[in-house]
């Protein structure tokens, strides 16, 4: 039997290593040939370059602290596949930050998703390390890594320590904003906020309360998609490097294994998911992630279930915004499994993860867990009701979200008047005007910040109190819009109301001095407005936004976005739904 020339794959066996993902010459040996040829000038060696080949996502940024330790976490990886028998080879994709992208970050999530899909799809590896941290880093590399389908490991950056302003501890984000609103109402001054500000991220990492960053971690864990305890370890702390470089020898197992994303990232393993998030009373964002990334593998979340998951699991990990802690006292806590295993039967332990064992197995595999005051247990939780809601009514046909842990719980239900904002410039020009007509009692409404409308649908939602209200000492009352919300906010806000305005949603419809109802207990936000009047209301709107004379991503994106309840992807990017999670 006659042997395949060399640098060609056997047709009997899969392309591996440098034979993967051939760059088209119409003669495949000469397409490795060459391509071995270019990378031996960064001095390979063919014994090198006859290894196992595994990608690596490097998502470093000048502009993104959050990302600042990947030089690190690289070279430490790398050294977990070499020891592995394997070859690193690192590759960049796009980076965000969350406060440096214009107009938000979620506009280019799915622009760095597709990056990251075609690049590894483009070049030759046999699985892929996805090094990310800031907010929608983590979905944007999953959902990417979910449509290619090759072998993949998640590995996040991971939180900053907290820092501390004359003995209070404090830090990104939650703390963000709580003192910028002290500043807003004149509580403080100049200078105080001045060095408030630099205590704020006093290291490199992610943000340390459970914002979008860590939620996305934890439930990433849960998932399956990354080593256990890989999720609440410091940014700045040794034992981050140790599991690169574990990541990095798995990933090598991993690719021997043909280990690929849909063989972990299951129905099941995305309930296992959205149950933590809601018991580490997690970011709203996270829904939306969840819901996209699986959307990448045909995988549905239905809003319903998600809501009936809520009624069954209640909050149980003390951290800001919902509770008290930082991350680094998670970490010290014992990170995920001691609440995986305080969740005991509403996980699945049967899930498939990285490590090729089961969720089950590497909560058994994992030190006893210890006496902490972070995580409660299920008999004296945090909070008992569920983190979050799923709204539905005349304002929201197709679903809205309200974070009751982190909310006035005497405003969950309430009528009050409409206080109207047609958007965010009409919002910055009005919000703090003295001769602005608004009460505490009142709802404040802000449309045209969903997916189109903004565009990107912005973490607008939490809109600031009127500064005329503030100064009264006015801390909270109810917002309602189709933006999103920061994971590290707080506040009776209602988000992601779908369809949005700019869609033709409800909201649309709005007028200030209408009456509005939110009745959290009974799932509802309603328009007490009579239909006749909301049919002629909507014969007068103006033309929906459309791509229409835009060019590049921008026209891509309002051409194909979807809405909050499909995970704001692109549609062309989303497979037929054949199950869904509920």
């Known amino acids: ?89 690192p590759f960049p994709v796009i980076s965000i930050q969350e406060s440096f992208a214009n107009p938000t970050s979620m506009y280019l999530r799915n622009l760095m998703a597709m990056d990251a899909e075609e690049m590894i799809r483009a070049q030759p590896m046999d699985a892929v390390i996805l090094l990310g941290g800031c907010d929608k880093t983590v979905p944007a590399l999953l959902m990417g890594a979910a449509s290619a389908n090759v072998p993949a490991i998640m590995l996040v950056t991971g939180p900053m320590l907290a820092g501390s302003w004359r003995g209070e501890k404090l830090g990104a984000c939650t703390d963000c904003r709580r003192f910028w609103a002290r500043y807003r109402a004149g509580e403080m001054s100049d200078s105080e906020i001045s060095e408030v500000n630099a205590e704020l991220a006093p290291t490199i990492g992610t943000c340390g309360v459970m914002g979008t960053a860590s939620t996305m971690a934890l439930t990433v864990e849960a998932m399956g ?23 990095g020898a798995r990933a090598v197992a991993m690719a021997a294994e043909n280990l690929t994303p849909d063989k972990i990232m299951t129905p099941a393993a995305f309930r296992n998911a959205l149950r933590v998030l809601l018991a580490v009373g997690g970011s709203t964002n996270a829904l939306i992630h969840l819901t996209a990334m699986a959307g990448r593998l045909g995988i549905g979340i239905d809003l319903e279930g998600f809501d009936k998951l809520g009624r069954e ?33 509403l996980i699945d332990r049967t899930c498939l993860t990285v490590t090729g064992q089961t969720l089950g197995e590497n909560i058994d595999a994992a030190p006893p867990s210890w006496p902490q005051d972070v995580i409660r247990s299920l008999a004296a939780p945090v909070y008992a009701n569920g983190a979050m809601v799923v709204l539905r009514g005349n304002l929201a046909p197709d679903g809205a979200i309200i974070k009751q842990a982190a909310a006035t719980q005497s405003l969950l239900r309430h009528e009050g008047r409409a206080v109207v904002f047609d958007g965010l410039p009409d919002l910055a020009a009005r919000l703090d005007s003295p001769d602005l007509d608004v009460t505490a009692d009142d709802i404040l409404v802000l449309r045209n910040a969903g997916p189109k409308g903004a565009p990107g649908m912005p973490e607008a939602g939490y809109i600031p109190i009127p500064r005329k209200l503030a100064l009264q000492g006015v801390k909270d009352m109810v917002r309602i819009s189709d933006a999103r919300m920061s994971g590290t906010a707080y506040g009776t806000i209602v988000l992601h109301i779908a369809p949005e305005s700019a869609a033709g949603g409800p909201l649309a419809l709005v007028q200030t001095g209408d009456r509005i109802r939110l009745d959290t207990t009974g799932r509802r936000i309603d328009l007490l407005v009579d239909d006749a009047e909301l049919t002629r209301r909507r014969a007068a709107l103006p033309p929906l936004p459309t791509g229409d004379g835009r060019r590049g991503y921008e026209k891509l994106y309002f051409d194909s976005v979807t809405q909050a309840d499909s995970g704001c992807d692109f549609d062309f990017a989303v497979p037929e739904i054949r199950e869904w999670v509920g």
């Open 1 to 89: 039997m006659s042997k395949p020339a060399p640098g060609k794959p056997s047709p009997q066996s899969p392309a591996r290593g440098m034979q993967r993902n051939l760059a088209n010459y119409g003669d495949a040996g000469f397409s490795v040939f060459l391509r071995k040829a270019f990378i031996k000038a960064l001095g390979y060696t063919d014994d090198a370059l006859s290894r196992p080949i595994i990608g690596i996502v490097d998502t470093a940024s000048g502009y993104n602290a959050c990302h600042r330790n990947l030089p690190d976490l690289i070279e430490a990886a790398s050294r977990g596949v070499m020891l592995a028998g394997g070859i690193p080879v």
């Open 225 to 247: 998609m990354m080593l256990p305890g890989g999720a609440a370890v410091p940014a700045v702390h040794a034992e981050r490097r140790r599991l690169a470089e574990q990541t």
């Open 313 to 345: 699991t209640p909050v149980l990990v003390d951290l800001k915004p919902t509770g008290q802690h930082y991350m680094e006292d998670l970490h010290r806590a014992g990170g995920l499994t001691p609440i995986l295993r305080e969740l005991g039967p």
